[in-house]
């Protein structure tokens, strides 16, 4: 059995145990049909987020100084154009995957393997397209909201194309375990510590965090799909970039 299987296996055992011991209360969102279901990892999550990935977060954000820490986030910034040039390409922008395509190739090489964002400063804009939006352009709904264990909020959508970013990602394609497995965590690592002071936001804004993580994210993604002609929150939630805090 390889690693990514018993992954997998593992998510799918906590799932339906979850699955299993939720019920649902109260007036339904119709939005989210799984609320009971989503609760409960939910709460798994969030339970995983404080004992493991916010205690590394913060050890990584102390011991990491900031110029590496910057440059860690724009590495892997730079692999993410390159989905995100595909993505454009796939919903007939050309002008944006160009856009995608030159930031990749300038910060690739003038910016030593993504280390320096040197296309932000040459005006050449990020875009930053999945495969989710891709299908919500051509006009695939949402579908109910899902709460993934481990990955976080998401819905029917979303998890689909969770399946082509994966294969448009260029870590996906690193040959050793070790690297590619190191990549990943490394990376899961740096978003969450710069998601450390959006999380302090969280916790003194929303009296109940599920339904405000939800509602922002469903908003959030449908603004993405329209290409920002949708309402803005980000001001509102005091977030940088579209970014909620928590399970994400």
Not at 8 to 33: F, H, K, N, Y
Not at 224 to 235: A, F, H, I, P, T
């Amino acid at each position: 059995m390889t690693k990514m299987q018993m992954v997998w296996r593992v998510l799918l055992a906590g799932m339906m145990a979850l699955m299993v011991g939720c019920a649902t209360t109260g007036e339904r969102d119709p939005r989210d049909p799984l609320e009971g279901f989503n609760r409960g990892v939910y709460k798994f999550n969030d339970g995983l987020d404080r004992a493991v990935m916010t205690p590394l977060a913060k050890g990584y954000q102390a011991i990491t100084p900031d110029p590496v820490d910057r440059g860690v986030t724009n590495f892997f910034g730079n692999l993410a154009d390159v989905g995100s040039a595909v993505n454009n390409l796939l919903q007939l922008k050309l002008a944006r995957a160009a856009s995608d395509v030159g930031r990749v190739v300038v910060n690739t090489t003038i910016g030593i393997f993504g280390l320096f964002d040197v296309a932000s400063h040459m005006k050449l804009e990020k875009y930053g397209e999945d495969f989710g939006q891709t299908l919500g352009y051509w006009g695939i709904g949402s579908g109910p909201y899902i709460v993934l264990p481990i990955l976080g909020p998401s819905s029917l959508r979303d998890t689909v194309g969770l399946v082509g970013d994966w294969y448009l990602d260029p870590v996906t394609y690193v040959d050793d375990d070790e690297w590619r497995w190191g990549l990943r965590i490394l990376k899961a690592i740096d978003k969450r510590a710069d998601l450390l002071s959006a999380t302090n936001v969280l916790e003194e804004a929303a009296l109940d965090k599920y339904s405000f993580t939800r509602d922002a994210y469903l908003q959030r993604r449908a603004n993405l799909v329209k290409d920002g002609e949708g309402e803005e929150l980000d001001d509102e939630a005091g977030l940088e970039d579209g970014e909620i805090p928590e399970n994400w």
